[in-house]
């Protein structure tokens, strides 16, 4: 009989282990304020130091290559949108040629070459 007992008590001692393992040992009791602080202000630290070290990328095209912007110039020469030589800079009479072309075609007419209007011309 103390046999049994001793199955019973040490197979409950496991289910309540295996119980709190599971459950990971949550307990009605709140963490105290500075140890819920204190790891907030280290993460927070953590990340912006992280941001700081970081330095800001350079994204997308910002200016169109003068060899591009000849190519473009010869086209729009070509199709009679431009009058004179090209100079391979983005000049306010290229974009405003540029921009009759794109709204002859019924396109988007704005200052920046649309790409369909790079791939026609």
Same mark, same amino acid.
Request: without cysteine.
């Given at each position: 009989m103390d046999v049994k007992i001793d199955k019973i008590g040490a197979l409950a001692v496991t289910v309540l282990v295996s119980a709190t393992l599971a459950f990971g040992g949550t307990s009605s009791e709140k963490p105290s304020a500075n140890s819920t602080a204190k790891v907030q202000n280290t993460s927070h630290h953590a990340r912006h130091a992280s941001k700081k070290a970081r330095k800001k990328r350079v994204r997308g095209q910002k200016a169109i290559d003068s060899d591009r912007v000849?190519?473009? %110039?010869? @086209? /729009?020469? $070509?199709?009679?949108?431009?009058? =004179?030589?090209? +100079?391979?800079?983005?000049?306010?009479?290229? %974009?405003? @040629? /540029?921009? $009759?072309?794109?709204?002859?075609? =019924?396109?988007? +007419?704005?200052?920046v070459p649309d790409s369909r209007a790079l791939i026609r011309l």
């Open positions: 000849r190519q473009i %110039q010869e @086209a /729009l020469i $070509r199709e009679h949108y431009l009058k =004179g030589e090209p +100079s391979g800079k983005w000049d306010a009479s290229t %974009q405003q @040629a /540029l921009h $009759r072309y794109q709204s002859d075609q =019924g396109w988007q +007419s704005k200052t």
